[in-house]
């Protein structure tokens, strides 16, 4: 079994920081992909940010110059610095990852619970 486990979020006021960190366990053989999305109350899930395993990124423009997504590897964590919040990131963050498990015949995506990130104006 693959679990997805957020930890980070919070309140703070526009301008401020946050950092949000995942850590996936389980019976894991490798993970291609690791990201963050959100969504906002009305609105649909969005991506915000992905990590390959090879190092390489991709970020919503609205978060572009903001947010920084980084990855260990070796601890199969990930987590997301995000600088100069404003309000319109308020929003319920969700990890998610791209695993390949030692069991399943081929990766399958995995979900954390999710973390509130609220920003005040």
């Known amino acids: 079994q693959v679990q997805l486990v957020e930890s980070g979020g919070g309140l703070v006021q526009a301008g401020g920081s946050l950092r949000l960190s995942c850590a996936a366990s389980g019976s894991i053989f490798s993970i291609p992909v690791m990201g963050w999305y959100r969504q906002a109350p009305g609105k649909q899930r969005e991506l915000v940010a992905h990590?390959?395993?090879?190092?390489?990124?991709n970020y919503a423009d609205s978060v572009k110059g903001r947010f920084t997504i980084s990855r260990d590897n070796a601890k199969n964590t990930v987590s997301l610095q995000m600088n100069s919040l404003k309000p319109e990131d308020t929003a319920v963050y969700y990890c998610?990852?791209?695993?390949?498990?030692?069991?399943?015949?081929?990766?399958?995506?995995?979900w954390g619970p999710g973390t509130q990130v609220t920003v005040s104006s």
């Open positions: 998610h990852g791209v695993i390949q498990s030692r069991i399943a015949t081929s990766p399958l995506p995995y």
């Open positions: 990590i390959f395993s090879d190092g390489s990124t």
